[in-house]
């Protein structure tokens, strides 16, 4: 085999490796504790339940840690909140966090002029990814 053809062998093993050790799923941390938001005290069960939903409807935009910086973030202006700063510009808040109907409303109705578009999930679903979101 050629050196130059031998090289480049390598080095598509080693960019196929990569890869592929870069794209492993990783469980997330589980809650086993309770905690208390805005005054309301939430069950690990139902964070846990928040964190799986928040990945299958809100991760592609708001990131794995809410950071605002998911896969389908690059594209979108203005780009998605980032849950982290804990600034809601359309909720009233309590204790810093905002109230779960204004979450709801949000995520029911849309938020024109963004990318934040109306999502229909079911009520007990969308309470468990609000609690998850306030974390």
């Known amino acids: 085999m050629k050196p130059m053809l031998k090289a480049l062998n390598i080095l598509v093993a080693f960019a196929i490796a990569s890869a592929v050790t870069a794209c492993q799923y990783q469980e997330p941390e589980l809650f086993v504790e309770e905690w208390t938001l805005a005054g309301k005290t939430v069950s690990p069960e139902t964070l846990n339940r928040g ?24 594209g979108l202006r203005p780009p998605p909140r980032d ?32 990318a934040m578009l109306p999502w229909d999930i079911p009520d007990t679903t969308l309470d468990d990814i609000i609690q998850y979101i306030k974390t």
């Not at 510009?89 to 963004?114: N, Y």
């Open 83 to 114: 849950f982290r700063t804990v600034s809601f510009k359309f909720a009233k808040t309590l204790d810093g966090l905002p109230h779960d109907e204004d979450l709801k409303h949000i995520v029911r109705g849309g938020l024109g002029g963004t």
């Open 51 to 74: 964190q799986e939903q928040y990945m299958l409807y809100c991760y592609a935009c708001h990131g794995e840690n809410g950071d605002g910086r998911g896969p389908a973030s690059k």
